[in-house]
Each structure stands twice: as C-alpha cells, then as structure tokens.
C-alpha cells in the first residue's frame, strides 16, 4: 500500500529522528534540531506518489505501520476494500479541506493533521463565543467522521 497517509500529513504530523539518524538525514530533508535531536513536519518533502529516500528513511518511517496495512498484512482485510478505505479517506480529506477554503480559515500549518489541531482551538474559542454558523457544525460532524474512520481503520485520531 503507498497511499501516502503517513507522509503527507494526514495522519502524523511530525516524525522525530534519534540523534545517529541525524548525519545521514541533514542532506535529505529539512530537519528541525535542539539538544542534539530533530525531527522534521509533515507533509515530508520526499513525497511524491511514493518516498525518494525510501531506503534510507527515518528509523520512525521504517518502524511505522497503521493498522490498515497491518490488517492487510495479516489477511484480516481485503486489498480491494483497504483501496475502496483508502479512496474514502482521501473524499473526505478533499471535502474538509474545501469547506476550509469556504469558510475562509486562516489556518498557518501545511499538514492536515495540523490544520485539525489549529482548527480545533479556532472552533472552541468560537465555540465559546457562540458564533458558529451551520456550515461550521457540518464541518465539525465531517472531521468527527474522518476521525472515526481514521480510529477505526488506521489506527490514528486526529484528536
């Protein structure tokens, strides 16, 4: 499976790097560094329709699996219906990001999985203030969706 979840920032949204990986990595990506560590945002800039670093990718890249491929892998769940998941999620990511757009958010971060968590703090303060207009609930009820669907099948929460 190479959909890419892992990488462009819908589930993660960052990876972080041990302190041997870091030689080898500061010529392949930005990395972020303090004390001696780093880690890198996602989307990750060697993603394209698949990693350009694959085999010389990050130790938390390497060990990471979402529970889709891990059921894929154990023939606990059809290759065509992990596709048909795959398919659902990325709908629902492009409808999200379109009410986005729509209601005008001015939101800083380039992940998807970082958009959630700055559009969650916008909504609360909203929330508070009582301003939130139907187009927001649905947008709410939509990520709550993603996010059900991103528990149950990969194993990550957007929360």
């Given at each position: 499976?190479?959909?890419?979840?892992?990488?462009?920032?819908?589930?993660?949204?960052?990876?972080?790097?041990?302190?041997?990986?870091?030689?080898?990595?500061?010529?392949?990506?930005?990395?972020?560094?303090?004390?001696?560590?780093?880690?890198?945002?996602?989307?990750?800039?060697?993603?394209?329709?698949?990693?350009?670093?694959?085999?010389?990718?990050?130790?938390?890249?390497?060990?990471?699996?979402?529970?889709?491929?891990?059921?894929?892998?154990?023939?606990?769940?059809?290759?065509?219906?992990?596709?048909?998941?795959?398919?659902?999620?990325?709908?629902?990511?492009?409808?999200?990001?379109?009410?986005?757009a729509m209601l005008q958010f001015d939101l800083q971060s380039q992940s998807f999985y970082f958009k959630m968590v700055e559009l969650k703090k916008v909504l609360q303060k909203n929330k508070v203030e009582s301003t939130l207009t139907e187009n927001h609930l649905e947008?709410?009820?939509?990520?709550?969706?993603?996010?059900?669907?991103?528990?149950?099948?990969?194993?990550?929460?957007?929360?």
């Open positions: 499976m190479s959909c890419g979840f892992c990488c462009d920032g819908t589930l993660i949204g960052f990876v972080q790097l041990g302190r041997e990986e870091l030689p080898a990595l500061r010529g392949l990506m930005d990395i972020e560094e303090a004390n001696g560590e780093g880690f890198f945002l996602q989307p990750c800039n060697n993603y394209c329709d698949g990693c350009n670093i694959y085999s010389n990718r990050p130790k938390q890249c390497r060990n990471f699996n979402c529970e889709l491929l891990n059921s894929l892998e154990q023939k606990e769940f059809d290759f065509d219906l992990a596709v048909e998941t795959i398919n659902v999620v990325k709908q629902k990511k492009i409808a999200i990001e379109k009410k986005l947008l709410i009820s939509d990520i709550n969706k993603l996010d059900g669907l991103l528990l149950e099948k990969f194993g990550v929460s957007l929360k």
